[in-house]
């Protein structure tokens, strides 16, 4: 089947005509409206910041988000399998090797609105289709700012595509080696002083098999997926101010290593933003969101399900109004407010592995608020830019409790936490220096935090045949860093940036070994995590190169000999991890690319007893115009099917993505 769709894909290719198609003429009469937050300010440099555009987004060999988020070496999720053959929960991102768990510790927003899930903390990243995104932007560091709360090992910034990005219609299907398809589709029409966008996906396929193959029994079996989002956006200029609604909707349904062995994730999200672009310059948020997790277990020595987490609701509510006043023209000044809050409940079953009855209900849960107060200001004096901005937040963990009851409904835990509040000040401060027109220094320190999760908090869980327990008594995670880089234009077209940083959480939250088989959620004295980043952009003629790279010095410090983990790297933190592109572009409209991507040896575990091995592999995308607006595409992943090992329990082995080649059109206008 393989060399079929090769065969099949190159001949689609070679015989597509090859001729530009047509851009649409520009009309003056239209009135574009951007459909975007308010400008960056002139010391966004200041930061570790790389910014994919709309076609990095689109062209990779899987067509998923978090596929392109790994062309910023140094983003990672808690494991290396993408959102078809992971566990949604353990897709926490986070960035500079400050790892360890799997909630998120970098900031993840989509349209100014934070996207990380409000019970566990991770990112619903099926529920955000790449082809309505306009460009990423990733900031590496802690966070000041709007939403600076959780911002503690960066941002990255998702902002979605206008009506005259998407065109009227785009559409796009595909199929694979295994049978398995994707359908994508926008309709963005403009209308009045604006545009609306609906735009959907629907991925299904019976998967791979993640369990190596001396490993299988009778139930294990591929994993199979099959999700869906659809989304709407209204953007339109009314006097002003321009109005933003957004909804979303989405459901993803996975089956993991055994029969039976299902999860699913749902989400519904609403918001409203308001922008100003006059003398003052206002960007208003409101935002809803709700949803649900369930998961089966089954166990990994008798093959029966041992763990039904039926149902778990959450809903998050929130909000921010940041105000830029006019104060000259050397000063950009952002004065602002935000809100979050995160509400959370528990219901599962456990079972009997041997007899298959139900042994007891637990239920679990709390809420946690956030509000934030921030000022920021950039001032520009020639080739000097400086920056600087603070943040008070006021933190409360309330209604805390675990409840669990034994087969026949007696109960065995009744506990409440007590309620929590405290303040958090957090600040950052950097600069820029233009040398000459072709280099650039800057330099910027920060702090930050991030609460812990109402799943750190409340919630045990089992990965046979060890135990995780949770602590109520966890302490907010705290950065502290500094940085300094350089920034090359050595010749039109060619970019060049080098950072150092030193970044160290304090009190940052780990799964810590404190018996055989048995963790607990534990705040370490801190994870420190120093290295060089590196990023590489050129473009000539029909080429172009796109290449980053993080080595990486992370440990636990300060813990202490009862522990065993001073010097320790964290878990599922690699040393070295990076990626690189060429891309060639012989006609408009066509483009062919190579990625070739390593990440180093990774541990699975707080003790370092179990090891990820390094990983290298490389991708391949192509696409040709058949006729206008119809283009024939064909990607692979892994070509030279690398062996991934996404989990390592002591032997026990899930592996990730094998050689896959995808089929299809796409098709715009």
Same mark, same amino acid.
């Given at each position: 089947?393989?060399?079929?769709?090769?065969?099949?894909?190159?001949?689609?290719?070679?015989?597509?005509?090859?001729?530009?198609?047509?851009?649409?003429?520009?009309?003056?009469?239209?009135?574009?409206?951007?459909?975007?937050?308010?400008?960056?300010?002139?010391?966004?440099?200041?930061?570790?910041?790389?910014?994919?555009?709309?076609?990095?987004?689109?062209?990779?060999?899987?067509?998923?988000?978090?596929?392109?988020?790994?062309?910023?070496?140094?983003?990672?999720?808690?494991?290396?399998?993408?959102?078809?053959?992971?566990?949604?929960?353990?897709?926490?991102?986070?960035?500079?090797?400050?790892?360890?768990?799997?909630?998120?510790?970098?900031?993840?927003?989509?349209?100014?609105?934070?996207?990380?899930?409000?019970?566990?903390?991770?990112?619903?990243?099926?529920?955000?289709?790449?082809?309505?995104?306009?460009?990423?932007?990733?900031?590496?560091?802690?966070?000041?700012?709007?939403?600076?709360?959780?911002?503690?090992?960066?941002?990255?910034?998702?902002?979605?595509?206008?009506?005259?990005?998407?065109?009227?219609?785009?559409?796009?299907?595909?199929?694979?080696?295994?049978?398995?398809?994707?359908?994508?589709?926008?309709?963005?029409?403009?209308?009045?002083?604006?545009?609306?966008?609906?735009?959907?996906?629907?991925?299904?396929?019976?998967?791979?098999?993640?369990?190596?193959?001396?490993?299988?029994?009778?139930?294990?079996?591929?994993?199979?997926?099959?999700?869906?989002?659809?989304?709407?956006?209204?953007? /339109?200029?009314?006097?002003?101010?321009?109005?933003?609604?957004?909804?979303?909707?989405?459901?993803?349904?996975?089956?993991?290593?055994?029969?039976?062995?299902?999860?699913?994730?749902?989400?519904?999200?609403?918001?409203?933003?308001?922008?100003?672009?006059?003398?003052?310059?206002?960007?208003?948020?409101?935002?809803?969101?709700?949803?649900?997790?369930?998961?089966?277990?089954?166990?990994?020595?008798?093959?029966?399900?041992?763990?039904?987490?039926?149902?778990?609701?959450?809903?998050?509510?929130?909000?921010?109004?940041?105000?830029?006043?006019?104060?000259?023209?050397?000063?950009?000044?952002?004065?602002?407010?935000?809100?979050?809050?995160?509400?959370?409940?528990?219901?599962?079953?456990?079972?009997?592995?041997?007899?298959?009855?139900?042994?007891?209900?637990?239920?679990?849960?709390?809420?946690?608020?956030?509000?934030?107060?921030?000022?920021?200001?950039?001032?520009?004096?020639?080739?000097?830019?400086?920056?600087?901005?603070?943040?008070?937040?006021?933190?409360?963990?309330?209604?805390?409790?675990?409840?669990?009851?034994?087969?026949?409904?007696?109960?065995?835990?009744?506990?409440?936490?007590?309620?929590?509040?405290?303040?958090?000040?957090?600040?950052?401060?950097?600069?820029?220096?233009?040398?000459?027109?072709?280099?650039?220094?800057?330099?910027?320190?920060?702090?930050?935090?991030?609460?812990?999760?109402?799943?750190?908090?409340?919630?045990?869980?089992?990965?046979?045949?060890?135990?995780?327990?949770?602590?109520?008594?966890?302490?907010?995670?705290?950065?502290?860093?500094?940085?300094?880089?350089?920034?090359?234009?050595?010749?039109?077209?060619?970019?060049?940036?080098?950072?150092?940083?030193?970044?160290?959480?304090?009190?940052?939250?780990?799964?810590?070994?404190?018996?055989?088989?048995?963790? /607990?959620?534990?705040?370490?004295?801190?994870?420190?995590?120093?290295?060089?980043?590196?990023?590489?952009?050129?473009?000539?003629?029909?080429?172009?190169?796109?290449?980053?790279?993080?080595?990486?010095?992370?440990?636990?410090?300060?813990?202490?000999?009862?522990?065993?983990?001073?010097?320790?790297?964290?878990?599922?933190?690699?040393?070295?991890?990076?990626?690189?592109?060429?891309?060639?572009?012989?006609?408009?409209?066509?483009?062919?690319?190579?990625?070739?991507?390593?990440?180093?040896?990774?541990?699975?575990?707080?003790?370092?007893?179990?090891?990820?091995?390094?990983?290298?592999?490389?991708?391949?995308?192509?696409?040709?115009?058949?006729?206008?607006?119809?283009?024939?595409?064909?990607?692979?992943?892994?070509?030279?099917?690398?062996?991934?090992?996404?989990?390592?329990?002591?032997?026990?082995?899930?592996?990730?993505?094998?050689?896959?080649?995808?089929?299809?059109?796409?098709?715009?206008?």
């Amino acid at each position: 089947m393989k060399i079929l769709l090769l065969a099949s894909a190159a001949t689609a290719l070679i015989a597509a005509p090859a001729f530009a198609q047509e851009a649409a003429p520009a009309d003056d009469s239209v009135i574009v409206v951007l459909g975007k937050g308010l400008p960056d300010t002139p010391a966004t440099p200041a930061y570790s910041t790389i910014e994919l555009d709309r076609e990095a987004i689109t062209t990779t060999s899987s067509d998923r988000l978090e596929d392109a988020l790994s062309n910023v070496a140094g983003f990672q999720q808690f494991r290396r399998s993408d959102s078809r053959s992971s566990n949604p929960t353990a897709q926490g991102a986070t960035l500079r090797a400050l790892g360890g768990n799997a909630s998120s510790r970098a900031l993840v927003l989509l349209d100014g609105v934070p996207m990380i899930d409000p019970f566990f903390g991770y990112v619903p990243f099926s529920a955000v289709s790449p082809e309505t995104l306009s460009r990423i932007q990733v900031t590496r560091g802690g966070g000041s700012g709007p939403f600076g709360a959780g911002a503690l090992a960066g941002t990255i910034a998702l902002e979605s595509a206008s009506a005259r990005e998407l065109g009227l219609v785009n559409a796009a299907a595909f199929v694979n080696d295994r049978e398995e398809t994707s359908l994508s589709a926008t309709l963005a029409p403009e209308f009045g002083n604006g545009y609306a966008v609906i735009s959907g996906r629907w991925d299904r396929g019976d998967g791979f098999e993640t369990t190596p193959e001396d490993q299988r029994v009778a139930i294990s079996v591929p994993a199979a997926y099959d999700s869906w989002t659809a989304g709407g956006r209204v953007v /339109q200029k009314l006097g002003d101010l321009e109005v933003q609604l957004r909804g979303l909707a989405f459901e993803d349904h996975r089956t993991l290593r055994f029969e039976g062995a299902n999860n699913s994730i749902e989400g519904q999200d609403v918001s409203l933003r308001v922008v100003s672009r006059g003398p003052w310059q206002v960007d208003a948020i409101a935002y809803g969101q709700w949803r649900n997790f369930s998961n089966v277990v089954i166990s990994s020595s008798r093959f029966t399900r041992v763990l039904d987490q039926k149902d778990t609701p959450a809903s998050g509510q929130g909000g921010k109004i940041e105000v830029r006043p006019p104060v000259g023209d050397a000063n950009t000044l952002r004065i602002g407010t935000d809100y979050r809050r995160s509400e959370g409940d528990l219901f599962e079953d456990a079972y009997s592995a041997f007899s298959g009855n139900r042994t007891e209900e637990r239920f679990a849960g709390g809420v946690n608020t956030d509000v934030g107060f921030f000022i920021e200001n950039d001032f520009v004096a020639g080739p000097l830019t400086l920056t600087g901005g603070v943040r008070a937040d006021r933190y409360t963990i309330r209604n805390g409790y675990y409840r669990s009851f034994d087969g026949d409904g007696n109960p065995v835990r009744d506990d409440t936490y007590s309620d929590r509040a405290d303040w958090e000040v957090t600040w950052r401060a950097g600069a820029l220096f233009d040398v000459a027109e072709i280099a650039r220094l800057r330099a910027a320190a920060y702090t930050g935090f991030r609460l812990p999760t109402i799943n750190e908090l409340y919630r045990p869980f089992v990965v046979f045949p060890v135990v995780t327990n949770a602590n109520a008594e966890l302490l907010p995670e705290r950065l502290e860093g500094f940085e300094a880089g350089i920034d090359l234009m050595p010749a039109p077209g060619v970019m060049l940036q080098a950072t150092w940083f030193d970044n160290k959480v304090k009190d940052a939250i780990a799964n810590v070994t404190i018996a055989t088989n048995t963790r /607990q959620r534990r705040n370490l004295d801190a994870i420190d995590a120093t290295g060089f980043e590196f990023a590489a952009r050129a473009e000539s003629g029909a080429f172009s190169f796109d290449g980053t790279l993080v080595l990486t010095d992370a440990k636990v410090v300060g813990t202490g000999a009862a522990l065993n983990l001073d010097g320790n790297r964290p878990s599922q933190v690699p040393e070295v991890a990076a990626s690189a592109t060429l891309g060639w572009r012989p006609v408009e409209g066509a483009l062919f690319s190579a990625t070739l991507r390593h990440v180093g040896d990774q541990y699975e575990d707080d003790q370092e007893t179990n090891v990820l091995p390094a990983a290298t592999t490389v991708d391949l995308y192509a696409r040709m115009p058949v006729t206008d607006g119809l283009s024939a595409v064909a990607r692979v992943e892994n070509l030279f099917d690398e062996t991934i090992v996404t989990r390592n329990q002591n032997g026990s082995m899930d592996l990730g993505t094998p050689l896959t080649v995808w089929v299809g059109v796409n098709f715009a206008m």
